[in-house]
């Protein structure tokens, strides 16, 4: 990548965004359903009490400065930590200052830009669409993917644009987490962090406006297909 020296970290952060929204739709999606949805079937208190403290811990990384929530995680995946010690206990390699390490702790800095749109869109659909489906014959899946899925897309949509966006940007926990380990975990905001410490505003300009470019972009495109969707 010697013909742009931010082409490398860029490609990175693309990889470890996608890798990124493509674990939290997988994991986001059942939680905020649950969030959404599955707590009503129970009206018991203590349910009411669960639902509260799992919002608030998906919620937290919104308030929580990035570079305490890194300095955890970070402990929780060194080598005397119980997640770092089971990890290289099953694979041999470290987890802290590793792309898979970058992984998690962006899967968990990110997951309320994610948790949160699925669950409003979930929400605000309710299950009268899908107790229609089902007195029409349709068995759960067939409803997820033929009621859930088309009538939500906008908050699929908004939950993986966010995800991935938020993701590109981070800083404070991949600074604490993965460090700064070229092709490894050397992600665009450290890139450009080191551009400026060593003075080169040239280079630092060029990849910051890449990245200015891309996020409005997507985010553009976010909004226009939302107000789109609105009005069918």
């Known amino acids: ?21 493509i674990g939290l739709l997988i ?22 009490y669960v ?4 919002e608030a811990l998906v919620a937290l990384p919104l308030v929580l400065p990035p570079t305490v929530l890194g300095f955890y995680l970070l402990m929780a995946m060194g080598a005397n ?6 990890w290289i206990g099953l694979t041999g390699e470290p987890l802290a200052f590793s792309f898979t390490g970058l992984v998690i702790a962006s899967m968990i800095y990110s997951l309320p830009f994610v948790v949160q749109p699925l669950s409003n869109a979930f929400q605000s659909m ?14 759960r899946w067939q409803t997820w993917l033929r009621v ?36 490894e975990t050397r ?26 470019g891309f996020s409005f972009l997507i985010l553009i495109l976010v909004y226009g297909f939302n107000r789109r969707w609105s009005r069918l």
């Not at 986001?28 to 349910?47: C, D, E, F, I, Y």
């Not at 930590?81 to 089971?86: A, E, H, I, S, V």
């Not at 940007?169 to 380990?181: A, D, P, S, Y």
């Open 1 to 21: 990548m010697d013909w742009f020296p931010g082409a490398g970290p860029l490609l990175l952060t693309a990889k470890l965004a996608a890798i990124t929204v």
């Open 27 to 48: 994991v986001g999606t059942p939680l905020a359903w649950w969030l959404a949805l599955g707590v009503q079937q129970n009206k018991s208190r203590w349910h009411g």
């Open 51 to 54: 639902r509260v403290v799992v």
């Open 81 to 86: 930590g119980t997640l770092g010690q089971w």
């Open 126 to 139: 309710g299950r009268d669409w899908m107790e229609a489906a089902w007195s029409l014959g349709a068995n």
């Open 148 to 183: 859930v899925v088309p009538h939500c897309r906008a908050g699929f949509l908004t939950a993986t644009v966010l995800g991935f966006a938020h993701t590109l940007g981070e800083f404070g926990v991949v600074l604490m987490v993965g460090g700064n380990i070229p092709d």
């Open 187 to 212: 992600v665009v905001s450290i890139a450009v962090y080191d551009l400026v410490e060593s003075m080169s505003y040239g280079a630092a300009h060029k990849l910051s406006l890449i990245l200015l």
